[in-house]
């Protein structure tokens, strides 16, 4: 899906920061941060609509998402611990009467701390 | 809150037999839509079936699946596996906007020749 594009595709960090970054040409207004863990479905981090956050689970601090425009999302990384190595997919839905309620995947981040 | 239940870990099928996965729900939410996603290898979920509508098949590359909101059902079946068809499977349920998908754990499908 080139249509959502996001960079890194891969990194490897010691104690690090580093930001991941995804950009949609589908028009959408909600924009999403999932994290999957080996063998695990992705779980919902964050979701934005209209750049307002309407959600935020239960993940660690280190993690601080921001929206600068409607089709633009990045994840702020701190301090990664061992624990944070996985896929991190960004997504994106439309909203609005018409709606299947389908997300679009980008190809995903894959971060493995060292 | 919702739940997803699938068939679990590994399904083994021989390349032109049937394979059907099981997903049933769990959800106190008009629920806006059923989907199932396949992930292959090293790639992103991609929606492979979607519905909303109770009792309709649902049909896309040779997969089919009809939402039964009687049983809260959504069985993945196709008639003759390929191999092509080896990848990661996931139900997955969404119920409002302001909420992302809740998937099942997956089912893993291995098809051989």
Same mark, same amino acid.
């Given at each position: 899906n080139t249509k959502i594009t996001q960079s890194p595709r891969y990194l490897i960090l010691g104690r690090a920061n580093k930001s991941l970054e995804c950009e949609q040409h589908l028009g959408h207004n909600a924009m999403?941060?999932?994290?999957? %863990?080996?063998?695990?479905p992705p779980e919902?981090?964050?979701?934005?609509?209209?750049?307002q956050l309407i959600r935020n689970e239960t993940v660690p601090s280190r993690f601080? &998402?921001?929206? &600068?425009?409607? %089709?633009?999302l990045l994840l702020h990384i701190s301090a990664v611990d061992p624990e944070d190595s996985a896929v991190y997919f960004c997504a994106s839905s439309p909203t609005g009467v018409i709606n299947t309620g389908q997300l679009y995947f980008g190809e995903g981040s894959k971060l493995t701390v060292l | 809150g919702d739940s997803v239940t699938? =068939?679990?870990?590994?399904? =083994?099928?021989?390349e032109g037999l049937p394979v059907k996965l099981n997903c049933t729900y769990q959800t106190t939410y008009l =629920?806006?839509?059923f989907f199932w996603y396949v992930q292959y290898l090293n790639e992103a979920p991609q929606v492979l079936l979607k519905s909303s =509508?109770?009792?309709?098949?649902?049909?896309?590359q040779g997969f089919h699946a009809t939402l039964h909101k009687?049983?809260?059902s959504f069985h993945l079946?196709?008639?003759s596996a390929q191999l092509s068809d080896s990848a990661l499977y996931y139900c997955a349920l969404r119920n409002n906007y302001a909420q992302g998908l809740t998937f099942g754990l997956g089912t893993r499908v291995s098809v051989f020749p």
């Open positions: 999403y941060w999932y994290k999957q %863990s080996a063998e695990k919902l981090m964050f979701l934005y609509n209209l750049k601080i &998402p921001e929206c &600068p425009d409607s %089709s633009k | 699938q =068939t679990e870990g590994l399904v =083994t099928v021989t =629920t806006i839509a =509508t109770d009792n309709k098949r649902t049909e896309h009687s049983s809260s079946q196709k008639s």
